[in-house]
């Protein structure tokens, strides 16, 4: 079954988020197989973003993700990535869909939230950066036998 990474960023977890979030994938039938609330050391940071590393605004992420606790997930289930990057929604907030995440709670592209891995491939990556084997638990959803046909 397909794994994605999603990370609830310092704002949301200020903000009260953190249970409105989790609740989402849940009743989406998403399984936690994964979470923990952690301040990221700087390389964790660098590697996670390492496609952003020359751009303008990487020293302002840099800067907000590690500006206070992210709380991190990885989440399991038929097309996990994609599935999760709908409900988390566009990147700017102002452009995301009302009943994504960004759409409902954000307005900043600086402070929108939430992280998603955009691709199963950067999801194993991004698994791999954050979580060690151990961290990730397997066990089955009493509600499974009726999620998928
Ligand atoms: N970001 C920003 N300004 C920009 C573009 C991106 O502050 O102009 C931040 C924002 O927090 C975003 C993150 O950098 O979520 C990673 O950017 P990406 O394009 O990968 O968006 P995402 O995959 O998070 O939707
Ligand atoms: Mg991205």
Redesign the pocket.
Known sequence: MDRTFVMV?PDGVQRGLVGEIVSRFEAKGLKLVGAKLERLPEERVVEQ?R??KE?P?FP??KA?IMSGPCFLMAWEGKGAAAVVRMM?G??NPAEAAPGSIRGDFALD??R?VI??S?SPESAARELGIHFAPGELIGYSRIDEPVLYE
Do not use: M, P
């Open positions: 960023k973003y496609e952003h751009k605004f302002g992420l907000y988390v566009a990147t592209i600086g929108n992280h998603a955009d």
